[in-house]
């Protein structure tokens, strides 16, 4: 058997047993009990138990498509209209005025959610839950946004609803 802390401040217990090992008691031997027989020929099984979270909801995701990626998108690209190519050089400033909604998405992945993951997993944005979109990746990027991109990303509430 091993434990594993896969997500910062997340616990995640991982249990290697064989088959016959695997003894489901309560209300869910019946819901389990053909499943499990299905699994009797695997050598080793993995159990998983973590604590469930709400997944990110489709408000959610157009909210971060259609009002923080377009308006970070937006600041990047004026940035680019501000900057001294002397300073920073034509291509940064080319690559600025020329990006595109994906572009800003993987910038944002990088630079905030990238730190709410362990550094041998994939950093995706589909893996954070309901608080965590908001609090920890919202909220940053918002404040981000306002301070360095000179762009005011509306809160949930405030956008315009379809």
């Given at each position: 058997m091993a434990t594993e802390v896969t997500r910062k401040q997340e616990i995640e217990l991982r249990y290697y047993i064989k088959p016959e090992e695997l003894k489901i008691t309560g209300l869910c031997?019946?819901?389990f009990a053909k499943e499990i027989q299905?699994?009797?020929?695997?050598?080793?099984?993995?159990?998983?138990?973590?604590?469930?979270?709400?997944?990110?909801?489709?408000?959610a995701n157009r909210y971060y498509w259609g009002e923080i990626v377009n308006k970070v998108t937006y600041g990047l690209k004026m940035m680019g209209y501000r900057l001294d190519p002397e300073l920073v050089g034509e291509i940064v400033i080319d690559m600025l005025k020329n990006c595109t909604p994906e572009q800003a998405h993987e910038l944002l992945k990088s630079k905030f959610a990238s730190r709410l993951f362990e550094e041998t997993e994939k950093v995706t944005t589909t893996k954070l839950g309901s608080r965590e979109i908001g609090e920890e990746y919202f909220e940053p990027i918002s404040q981000w946004a306002a301070e360095e991109l000179n762009v005011i990303i509306n809160k949930p509430d405030e956008t315009k609803k379809d």
């Amino acid at each position: 058997m091993a434990t594993e802390v896969t997500r910062k401040q997340e616990i995640e217990l991982r249990y290697y047993i064989k088959p016959e090992e695997l003894k489901i008691t309560g209300l869910c031997s019946a819901v389990f009990a053909k499943e499990i027989q299905q699994l009797q020929d695997c050598k080793e099984l993995e159990v998983v138990i973590r604590k469930r979270k709400k997944v990110r909801s489709s408000a959610a995701n157009r909210y971060y498509w259609g009002e923080i990626v377009n308006k970070v998108t937006y600041g990047l690209k004026m940035m680019g209209y501000r900057l001294d190519p002397e300073l920073v050089g034509e291509i940064v400033i080319d690559m600025l005025k020329n990006c595109t909604p994906e572009q800003a998405h993987e910038l944002l992945k990088s630079k905030f959610a990238s730190r709410l993951f362990e550094e041998t997993e994939k950093v995706t944005t589909t893996k954070l839950g309901s608080r965590e979109i908001g609090e920890e990746y919202f909220e940053p990027i918002s404040q981000w946004a306002a301070e360095e991109l000179n762009v005011i990303i509306n809160k949930p509430d405030e956008t315009k609803k379809d």
